[in-house]
Every structure is written in structure tokens, then in C-alpha cells.
């Protein structure tokens, strides 16, 4: 299996930004390897990078620069349920694994993965430390079977509305490393899901000011909720 982390730097001129030297390092090898990569235009023009090992085996690298994984000025005539990350439709339609690296300066994801065909996202390896927005993150991926989230920092995180809304196929969420402490808004949070187990024993809700509907409509076994 390819190691993308161990690769060795070699010139990639078609990079646009000043990249960390780790996502370099993976985009480099990946070009020597003439892996499929695709670029995504996020917030003022910046850009992400896929790289595609297999059909179902992909990887989403978050440079410095990207500050947000969904529209610069959103259409203020669609509404904020209909709206969508930076993925086109090619992207979204993928499938298997998704690995995310990189997002030292990611400060807003509503959005993000909504709506992909992705079976497991693992974020183990996305710096979240400055986010403060991830509302709709996983809204409506409805083969999404797998999400880990060992490693992530939520500790500025405010709004997490309708995060795993519509996620048919998710059986057991461990939010463990969740740190809740900020967060004001949860509504809708696992609202049609049918997730059976949830594990809560780090969350807290001294700040939630909206908080209604978190839980309807979803197949838990409430037996199961720690905390």
C-alpha cells in the first residue's frame, strides 16, 4: 500500500501556493507516481488538493492557506439546508475511503463532506484547532458507514447544527475526543440518522442556547448513550 507520508521531495511546479512540506511531500510523490490529482477551489481562491490511489481509496490534502471548505459568499437565495461544500459533483460521487491531512488555518467547514458518497472519512489527521463552525460537516452522506475522529480538536468549536443529519448508514459514532464546551447550537445534530450507539461521555452543554430536535428521528438504542 502506498505510504504518501514517507515520500521524497521532488520539484512539483504546478503548485500555485507555498505549501506545508508534508502536503508537498504527498503531492510530489503522487505526481511522480502520475496519480490522478484534482484541485478545489475554496474560500478566496485557494486551493485543496485530491489525490486518488484507487477508485476507493483517496486522499484530501488541506493546505495553510484555506481558511474554509465551503463557498466564498454563499447565494443568499438558496438557503442554508439546500447549501453545499467546495466538492463539485465528480468529487462528491466518489467512493470508499477519504483520508484528510493538513488544515492548520481551517476556521469554518459547514458543509464540508456534505452530501458525498464517501463509505469512511478519516480525519485523524485534519488540524482542526481553529475551527469554530462545523454545521451540516456530514448533512445527507447517506452511504457514510465510518467516520474517525481519533486526534480532532473542537475545543472553539460554536456551531454543530445538523453535523450527521441524513446519515442512513452510520451504526456507532465514538465522539470521545469531542470537547463541547463552546458549542451554542446542536440542533438537529443526529436528526435521521440511524445510528445505534453514541458514545457522549466527553460532551458537556453549559453553552448551548439552542439545543432542541437533537436527537429525533434516529434508530438509537438509548441503553447505549454513555453520559
Request: proline share 1%; with cysteine; aromatic share 8%.
Amino acid at each position: 500500500q502506498l505510504d504518501l507520508s514517507k515520500a521524497n521531495i521532488i520539484t512539483f511546479k504546478s503548485l500555485e501556493n507555498k505549501l506545508d512540506n508534508y502536503i508537498s511531500n504527498m503531492l510530489n510523490k503522487a505526481k511522480l507516481l502520475e496519480l490522478p490529482i484534482k484541485t478545489i477551489v475554496t474560500y478566496s481562491k485557494h486551493v485543496c488538493y485530491l489525490i486518488s490511489k484507487t477508485d476507493t481509496s483517496h486522499t484530501l490534502l488541506i493546505p495553510s492557506t484555506v481558511t474554509r471548505l465551503n463557498e466564498e459568499q454563499p447565494d443568499e437565495n438558496v438557503s442554508e439546508y439546500k447549501k453545499v461544500g467546495v466538492f463539485t459533483k465528480e468529487i462528491r460521487c466518489k467512493q470508499g475511503e477519504l483520508k484528510v491531512y493538513g488544515g492548520e488555518n481551517l476556521e469554518n467547514i459547514s458543509g464540508g463532506f456534505r452530501e458525498t458518497y464517501f463509505n469512511k472519512i478519516d480525519l485523524s489527521s485534519l488540524n482542526t484547532s481553529k475551527v469554530k463552525d462545523m454545521s451540516y460537516l456530514f448533512m445527507s452522506c447517506r452511504d457514510l458507514e465510518e467516520i474517525n475522529f481519533n486526534n480532532i480538536n473542537t475545543s472553539q468549536v460554536i456551531n454543530m447544527k445538523s453535523m450527521f443529519r441524513g446519515c442512513k448508514k452510520l451504526k456507532q459514532l465514538d465522539l470521545t475526543s469531542f470537547n463541547t464546551s463552546k458549542v451554542k447550537n446542536m440542533q438537529y445534530m443526529f436528526y435521521d440518522t440511524l445510528v445505534k450507539e453514541i458514545d457522549l461521555t466527553s460532551f458537556t452543554t453549559e453553552s448551548l442556547t439552542e439545543k432542541d430536535i437533537i436527537f429525533t428521528d434516529l434508530g438509537l438504542d438509548k441503553t447505549k448513550i454513555k453520559n
